[in-house]
């Protein structure tokens, strides 16, 4: 066997390999507790913009002040942000308290 053939055809191999991966990038929308209608929409639409592009989406949503007492309602935004892009998304990390950040992760649907 000629080992010069068997490392170049190994090379070749490699080289395909990587030319059929995705690089998979996290982009991020922020939202905070006393977000507004027509600004979670837009926030919506950036997300299913990374989405239908192959990105994951992380989900912040930042406490301010005394806001932080009442994490249900950063819940609750992080659930209604799920819910109105779930046709484009899975939820991959649901919503979890991390000091004062509330943090999701949404990754795209898998092609069928």
């Known amino acids: 066997m000629d080992y010069s053939k068997y490392c170049f055809e190994q090379a ?3 080289k395909e390999a990587r030319k059929n991966q995705k690089v998979v990038s996290i982009k991020e929308v922020q939202l905070s507790v006393r977000i507004e209608k027509h600004d979670m929409e837009t926030k919506q639409n950036h997300a ?3 989405l239908g592009g192959g990105d994951k989406v992380k989900v912040s949503l930042r406490f301010r002040a005394r ?3 009442h994490p249900e309602l950063g819940q609750e935004v992080m659930e209604r942000f799920a819910e109105a892009c779930s046709e484009f998304c ?3 990390k649901p919503a979890k308290l ?3 950040n509330m943090i999701m992760i949404l990754a795209p649907k898998p092609a069928k």
Do not use: D, S
């Open 12 to 14: 070749k191999r490699e």
């Open 48 to 50: 299913r913009r990374f």
């Open 67 to 69: 806001e932080i007492q």
């Open 90 to 92: 899975v939820v991959e």
């Open 98 to 100: 991390e000091g004062r």
